[in-house]
Nanobody
Framework: QVHLVESGGGLVQAGGSLRLSCAASGRTFSSYAMGWFRQAPGKAREFAATISRSGGNTYYADSVKGRFSISRDNAKNTVYLQMNSLKPEDTAVYYC????????????????????WGQGTQVTVSS
């Protein structure tokens, strides 16, 4: 099990940028594929981005592709979500999640595939 803490959320204007960070505890961070999910008020939690253990494979939801970029620094036990060209519809609580994967290239798209979750960080995009 890994403890995850998100940070970097806040209020930005449409078209602006924000970088979220997810810090993981422990010494086995490189064993986890990581994902970012988001949940807007009154809506279900949805997938945003994922990255494999090694960082070599990434995948994005169509709604964020081309605007968001996921990356990781295994030496710092941290995964990032760089968000550019933000839109009001990006407003949500953003959650970091971890799945202990057997293979370095594996990544996961479904929320039920992740075992550990952070508490979330609020992102609000104003018009």
């Amino acid at each position: 099990q890994v403890h995850l803490v998100e940070s970097g959320g806040g209020l930005v204007q449409a078209g602006g940028s924000l970088r979220l960070s997810c810090a993981a505890s422990g010494r086995t961070f490189s064993s986890y594929a990581m994902g970012w999910f988001r949940q807007a008020p009154g809506k279900a939690r949805e997938f945003a981005a994922t990255i494999s253990r090694s960082g070599g494979n990434t995948y994005y939801a169509d709604s964020v592709k081309g605007r968001f970029s996921i990356s990781r620094d295994n030496a710092k036990n941290t995964v990032y979500l760089q968000m550019n060209s933000l839109k009001p519809e990006d407003t949500a609580v953003y959650y970091c999640a971890a799945h202990q994967a057997s293979y370095s290239g594996d990544y996961f798209l479904r929320d039920y595939e992740y075992e550990d979750w952070g508490q979330g960080t609020q992102v609000t995009v104003s018009s």
